[in-house]
């Protein structure tokens, strides 16, 4: 492995401790009363004092002598040098030359410098993912101190809160956003850059929640990239028969009006590439849903999935030049970004703030926990940060984005009516952090919610951890499912909770994921987690037979059977009918070496949650815009029905965000 991708392996390994932990999470202890509508009024917060915002404590007790002093420690990629500066209360200046891995390394150390100075502090945790560059910046600071004559100890046990704050806090902005994943970081981008001063609450020391460790797919029609691909037969009997299909719905009608336009140009036009558009999408979701999505929304959805893209590529975010189906996807239309994971999306929104730093400010390590409203709108927030409580008013608007509940055990048994078995032992591939805290506060406000009971999970779930790592198929058309007895059992390119559910009814609830040479040309390809297939086959997470017998044996299952079933399957590939009705094929089976990846149900996302419009305002339970509260991204319900298609929540997050934060801002 080269150390590029050691280190990207090493912050991929980080995040997913993070996630591990995400099975023993504690449930906060306020939960919400769920779809069932609570007959009280607002518990709204009461109104914060009126003194001036904005007080920075002062630093302490800390004496300093002042000057400038040199310190050195090891980082991950070679010595990191430190020059600190120091007056006699506070380290005013931090100069640091490092060579550590662009947009990971360097970035932990950003962050880390800038605790330090805020709070004149070395009580800093070291960020996730990025372990010994932290640890590095963190010795070479204490060595500048040290040679300074520093009372270590004491700024090693300094708490500071927010910008260096060392009690309770009080700021006022323009526009407040309550957690920053994909939906608050665009929101933030979107508010700013329709004239919105903006604060950032976010709990966790690190910001991406499950953004940055999602497979990251980005549904779009993509006439440009998509003309790489050829429409097959099977694609062409799909939508004719969604053309076929009777809507009750007005807008829906309209979508297949549209689509039944378009194909005809298409089929006219005798092209052979793959055919796609806003229409078709919006169909597809409403389908994949059970129709119970919100046809504006989709609407929203679909329209803006493209622009948002380039929204995004003019901000810097690089998508690779290829489209391919995602999981449970449908349809060749998922971007997949140049950085592994959701890392290109927060890097692309951590660029964009860093070059505003002035105007948009984040506040890590703060939990929301209440909204303040006054005389019927929202406008403000308190917060819990490491020192004290942070109170944050915001004059024009509030946004939610605090994602979904998948980590947290007990919300997603009290939701889970019928549609799944009990989910209590069922691992999660969220962060720590998905808990539901959104959907709590917006209960304490009256805020309608939408579709509660639909969890989607996945059939994609490591065994161990129950997380995407490890996952070695390279999108849906090359690979197949088999169970314990070599059998498949579903079609592969089905809806997530189709997949899912065959795969409950396997033994043991497990299967293997099976691929060839076309998936991993070389040992060194990687996966979507930057994990190379040789290193996963070394460390027992894979495995390859020269044979299909020879890897049914490492994999004990019979033989006779996976070989039928591959046999059987590639002929589906040459035009025979396959048996589970799959739609969706490429190459065949048939090119030495085969892999083999083992699997299992796992928690990914939940679909309900806050009533929103197509502005993204939050509606009370009557329907009614709540004036001042906007929400976006995974706490909102409504879009996805009951079964969000792969690649459409990266699309989700950033066209809401996008429309929350504009219209917090004003614009509209
Ligand atoms: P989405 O995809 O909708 O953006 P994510 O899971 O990516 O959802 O991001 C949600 C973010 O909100 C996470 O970083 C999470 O830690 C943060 N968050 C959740 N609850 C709170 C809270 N009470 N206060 C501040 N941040 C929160």
Same mark, same amino acid.
């Given at each position: 492995?080269?150390l590029?991708k050691?280190?990207?392996?090493?912050?991929?390994?980080?995040?997913?401790t993070a996630?591990l932990?995400?099975?023993?999470?504690?449930?906060p202890?306020?939960?919400?009363?769920?779809?069932?509508?609570?007959?009280?009024?607002?518990?709204?917060?009461? /109104?914060?004092?009126?003194t001036?915002?904005a /007080?920075?404590?002062?630093t302490?007790?800390?004496?300093?002598?002042?000057g400038?002093?040199?310190?050195?420690?090891?980082?991950?990629?070679g010595?990191?040098?430190?020059?600190v500066?120091?007056?006699?209360?506070?380290?005013?200046?931090?100069k640091v030359?490092?060579?550590?891995t662009?947009?990971v390394?360097?970035?932990?150390?950003?962050?880390?410098? $800038?605790?330090i100075?805020?709070?004149?502090?070395?009580?800093?945790?070291a960020?996730?993912g990025?372990t010994?560059?932290?640890?590095?910046?963190?010795?070479?600071?204490?060595?500048?101190?040290?040679?300074?004559?520093?009372d270590?100890?004491?700024?090693?046990?300094?708490?500071?809160g927010p910008?260096?704050?060392?009690?309770d806090?009080?700021k006022?902005?323009d526009?407040v956003?309550?957690?920053?994943g994909?939906a608050?970081?665009?929101?933030?981008?979107?508010?700013?850059?329709?004239?919105?001063?903006?604060i950032?609450l976010?709990?966790?020391?690190?910001?991406?929640?499950?953004?940055?460790?999602?497979?990251?797919a980005?549904?779009a029609?993509d006439?440009?990239?998509?003309?790489a691909?050829?429409?097959?037969d099977?694609?062409?009997?799909t939508?004719e028969?969604?053309?076929e299909?009777?809507f009750?719905?007005?807008?829906?009608?309209t979508?297949q009006?549209t689509?039944?336009?378009?194909w005809?140009?298409?089929?006219?036009?005798?092209?052979?590439t793959?055919f796609?558009?806003?229409?078709m999408?919006?169909?597809?979701t409403?389908?994949?849903?059970d129709?119970?999505?919100n046809p504006?929304?989709?609407?929203?959805?679909?329209?803006n999935?493209?622009?948002?893209?380039?929204?995004l590529?003019?901000?810097?975010?690089?998508?690779?030049?290829?489209i391919?189906?995602?999981?449970?996807?449908?349809?060749?239309r998922?971007?997949?970004?140049?950085?592994?994971?959701?890392?290109?999306?927060?890097?692309?929104?951590?660029d964009?703030?860093?070059k505003?730093?002035?105007?948009?400010?984040?506040?890590?390590?703060?939990?929301?926990?209440?909204l303040?409203?006054?005389?019927g709108?929202?406008v403000?927030?308190?917060?819990?940060?490491?020192?004290?409580?942070?109170?944050?008013r915001?004059s024009?608007?509030?946004?939610?984005a605090?994602g979904?509940f998948g980590?947290?055990v007990?919300?997603?048994?009290?939701?889970?009516?019928?549609?799944?078995?009990?989910?209590?032992?069922?691992?999660? /591939?969220?962060?720590?952090g998905?808990?539901g805290?959104?959907?709590?506060?917006a209960?304490?406000?009256?805020?309608?919610?939408?579709?509660?009971?639909y969890?989607?999970?996945l059939?994609m779930?490591?065994?161990?951890?129950g997380?995407?790592?490890g996952?070695?198929?390279?999108?849906?058309?090359?690979?197949?499912?088999?169970?314990?007895?070599?059998k498949?059992?579903?079609?592969?390119g089905a809806r997530?909770?189709?997949?899912?559910k065959?795969?409950m009814e396997?033994?043991?609830?497990?299967?293997w994921v099976?691929?060839?040479?076309?998936?991993?040309?070389?040992?060194?390809?990687i996966?979507?987690?930057?994990?190379?297939?040789d290193?996963?086959?070394?460390?027992?997470?894979?495995?390859?037979?020269?044979t299909?017998e020879?890897?049914a044996?490492?994999?004990?299952?019979?033989?006779?059977?996976f070989?039928?079933?591959?046999e059987d399957f590639?002929k589906?590939?040459d035009?025979?009918?396959?048996e589970?009705?799959r739609?969706?094929?490429?190459?065949?089976?048939?090119?030495?070496?085969?892999? $083999?990846?083992?699997?299992?149900?796992?928690v990914?996302?939940t679909?309900?949650?806050i009533?929103?419009?197509a502005?993204?305002?939050?509606?009370?339970q009557?329907?009614k815009a709540i004036p001042?509260?906007?929400?976006?991204?995974e706490?909102?319900g409504?879009?996805?029905?009951?079964?969000?298609?792969?690649g459409?929540?990266?699309?989700?997050i950033?066209v809401?965000?996008?429309?929350?934060g504009?219209n917090?801002?004003g614009?509209?």
């Amino acid at each position: 492995m080269n150390l590029k991708k050691r280190m990207m392996s090493l912050m991929v390994a980080g995040l997913m401790t993070a996630g591990l932990a995400a099975c023993t999470t504690t449930p906060p202890t306020t939960t919400p009363a769920g779809t069932a509508a609570p007959t009280t009024t607002a518990v709204a917060t009461t /109104t914060p004092s009126t003194t001036p915002p904005a /007080t920075t404590a002062p630093t302490g007790e800390i004496k300093f002598k002042p000057g400038t002093y040199k310190g050195e420690a090891e980082g991950f990629h070679g010595p990191i040098k430190v020059e600190v500066t120091l007056s006699e209360t506070a380290i005013t200046d931090i100069k640091v030359e490092q060579t550590e891995t662009e947009g990971v390394g360097d970035k932990a150390i950003e962050s880390i410098v $800038a605790l330090i100075k805020s709070g004149t502090t070395l009580k800093v945790d070291a960020v996730s993912g990025a372990t010994y560059s932290s640890k590095g910046i963190l010795e070479a600071v204490t060595a500048a101190l040290t040679s300074a004559g520093a009372d270590i100890e004491a700024l090693k046990n300094k708490t500071a809160g927010p910008g260096g704050t060392t009690g309770d806090v009080e700021k006022t902005t323009d526009v407040v956003i309550i957690g920053g994943g994909g939906a608050g970081l665009s929101a933030a981008m979107s508010a700013h850059e329709n004239g919105a001063k903006v604060i950032v609450l976010e709990k966790m020391s690190r910001l991406g929640g499950n953004t940055i460790i999602s497979g990251a797919a980005y549904n779009a029609a993509d006439p440009k990239r998509q003309a790489a691909l050829t429409m097959t037969d099977l694609e062409k009997k799909t939508v004719e028969g969604i053309l076929e299909m009777t809507f009750d719905d007005a807008k829906v009608k309209t979508w297949q009006e549209t689509l039944k336009q378009e194909w005809k140009e298409y089929t006219d036009s005798k092209k052979t590439t793959l055919f796609d558009s806003p229409s078709m999408h919006k169909l597809q979701t409403y389908l994949g849903g059970d129709k119970k999505g919100n046809p504006e929304l989709i609407d929203v959805l679909c329209e803006n999935t493209y622009p948002t893209i380039e929204w995004l590529e003019a901000k810097g975010m690089l998508f690779k030049d290829y489209i391919f189906t995602v999981l449970g996807g449908l349809w060749s239309r998922a971007h997949k970004p140049e950085k592994p994971l959701g890392t290109g999306f927060v890097q692309t929104y951590e660029d964009y703030i860093e070059k505003n730093k002035a105007d948009i400010e984040v506040l890590l390590d703060t939990k929301a926990e209440d909204l303040v409203m006054e005389g019927g709108k929202i406008v403000g927030v308190i917060a819990q940060g490491k020192t004290g409580k942070v109170t944050v008013r915001a004059s024009k608007g509030v946004i939610i984005a605090t994602g979904g509940f998948g980590a947290n055990v007990e919300m997603r048994n009290k939701y889970n009516t019928s549609l799944w078995p009990d989910l209590t032992n069922i691992k999660t /591939t969220n962060h720590t952090g998905a808990t539901g805290d959104g959907i709590a506060m917006a209960e304490k406000v009256n805020a309608g919610f939408t579709g509660m009971e639909y969890i989607q999970l996945l059939p994609m779930g490591d065994p161990e951890t129950g997380s995407l790592s490890g996952n070695i198929e390279q999108g849906v058309q090359n690979r197949i499912f088999v169970n314990k007895e070599g059998k498949r059992f579903v079609d592969e390119g089905a809806r997530r909770d189709v997949m899912t559910k065959a795969l409950m009814e396997q033994t043991d609830s497990y299967m293997w994921v099976i691929v060839d040479k076309n998936s991993y040309p070389t040992g060194d390809t990687i996966n979507n987690f930057n994990e190379s297939i040789d290193d996963l086959v070394a460390a027992g997470r894979a495995f390859k037979g020269e044979t299909l017998e020879e890897l049914a044996g490492k994999i004990g299952v019979d033989p006779a059977a996976f070989v039928k079933s591959v046999e059987d399957f590639n002929k589906a590939v040459d035009g025979a009918k396959d048996e589970f009705g799959r739609t969706l094929f490429d190459k065949k089976l048939d090119t030495a070496p085969f892999y $083999a990846g083992a699997r299992v149900p796992t928690v990914h996302h939940t679909m309900g949650g806050i009533t929103i419009d197509a502005q993204a305002h939050v509606l009370d339970q009557d329907g009614k815009a709540i004036p001042g509260l906007y929400a976006a991204g995974e706490v909102t319900g409504g879009i996805h029905g009951t079964n969000r298609l792969g690649g459409n929540a990266l699309a989700d997050i950033n066209v809401f965000g996008r429309i929350a934060g504009q219209n917090a801002a004003g614009a509209k």
